[in-house]
């Protein structure tokens, strides 16, 4: 699911980290390998909590010293009271869920802030795959065919701002980077945009 090329990873990291302060508690929601995790407590000092139901991945995050649960995302979001995190943290995982809508709700219950970061399917060459040879894209960022891969249901990032604006999600800050997973920009993003990361909190 992740990019295999270290540099194309990080450049999300870095974004992210730019929205957590120093000690914050941070909840990362399907934490995969903790790798996330690892580099805000390198970077920020944070207070770090993975949840994952892979025990390969857990066992990952336990040799990186993370600490982690294993188990269904809902039923340990369920088990914190109201902001018992400073960041509850979305990367590449919306597009996994039963019910996206009820898990992002919970994890703004959770959080103070909530990051969400996915893959823009409307950008332009998942458009042109789609239309042109009729299947589906096949690259760094998802590199198993759809036979070896998660269910998932992709999204774009004017679904996204539609969905937050329908939900009344407030959104603090927001970050684009383009094909190239390193350039920041702002021009069409639906269009040009590959990654979008998000600072989200509740309206209410």
Known sequence: MHPKNPKKRQADFQVIARWVNKGERVLDLGCGRGVLLEYLKQTKGVYGVGVDIDFDKILSCVKRGVPVYQGDVNEVLASFQDNAFDRVIFSRTV????APDATLREGL???K???????NHGFWKNRLN???WGRRTVNEVYPNPWHASMPANPFSVAEFEDYCQIKEISIGKR???AGD???EGT???NLLAGYAIYDLASSN
Do not use: H, N
Request: proline fraction near 4%.
């Open 187 to 189: 021009l069409f993003p």
């Open 130 to 132: 789609k239309a042109v």
């Open 181 to 183: 997973w390193r350039s």
């Open 113 to 119: 802030r909530v990051t969400v970061g996915f893959v």
């Open 95 to 98: 597009e996994q869920f039963d």
């Open 109 to 111: 219950r959770v959080g």
């Open 175 to 177: 970050v684009y980077l």
